[in-house]
């Protein structure tokens, strides 16, 4: 019965990751021939950074805290209340780091795309906890509808605003709305409902797993994003923005199979 419900649960995300990967390629073409490659490039290294916070949004907590029975414990609460206070850290440095940016890759249009993109980490920290409450109870078709629901969304809006001749902000806008609209589908399956308590002493062993597992996210984390990085200093938006399409192609079967399969 439990590998059933593993595999039904993978089947049920990777059919939600394969409609999320078609519509955004369905996507690409009409966006290709609207944005100009720089406007891929700049929101790519905008993207780059954003990646780098969620990498450590949870520090580790969610996937601790799945193994323990209770849902309505005070570690939970806690670790919800802590998730939320670091990732409001996290869109505030990232805020804060929009204007150095800038300046280092050359790149003024980057200031008022990363200042936007900035919220998406606090936004994701009010989804951790409900995501995990979601699998603790293997209860995966929710997460597939959410996907489902914001593929469907992100590409409306980046059309849309691309149609409108918003420019760069039509990708901005796909990535915002995805989480926007991932959020509410969420929030309702989980019926998670934090209790006002913050005792990090209920953490206990969490935050060991967590230390470790975030030192592993972050060495992970900057082997993955460092390219933009690079290729965005040294030739500029326009590369950049050919290679990261280029590079979403290339993470298809890790897309579909792999990242379903080891969330079940």
Known sequence: MALRRIAFGAAALSAARVFQLGASFLTVPFLARLLDPQEFGIVAIAMAMVALTLAVSDAGLSRSL???????????????????????????????????????????????????????????????????????????????????????????????????????????????????IRAPVILLAARYKPRRVFNLAALGEHVGFARDTMGYAIVQSVSRQVDPFIIGKALGAAPLGLYSVAFRIMNLPAGVIATPVQTA
Request: proline letters at 5%; hydrophobic letters at 65%.
């Open 66 to 180: 799945i193994r323990t029975d209770d849902i309505d414990s005070d570690a939970w609460s806690t670790g919800h209340w802590l998730i939320i206070a670091g990732t409001a850290l996290l869109s505030l440095l990232l805020a804060l780091f929009s204007w150095p940016a800038a300046l280092f890759f050359e790149m003024p249009a980057l200031l008022p795309v990363l200042l936007a993109l900035s919220i998406i980490p606090l936004m994701q920290g009010f989804l951790e906890l409900p995501i995990a409450a979601l699998i603790k109870r293997e209860n995966f078709m929710p997460l597939a509808i959410a996907d489902f629901a914001a593929a469907l969304g992100g590409a409306a809006a980046a059309i849309g605003f691309a149609l409108a001749g918003f420019g760069a902000w039509a990708l901005v806008a796909q990535n915002i709305v995805n989480v926007a």
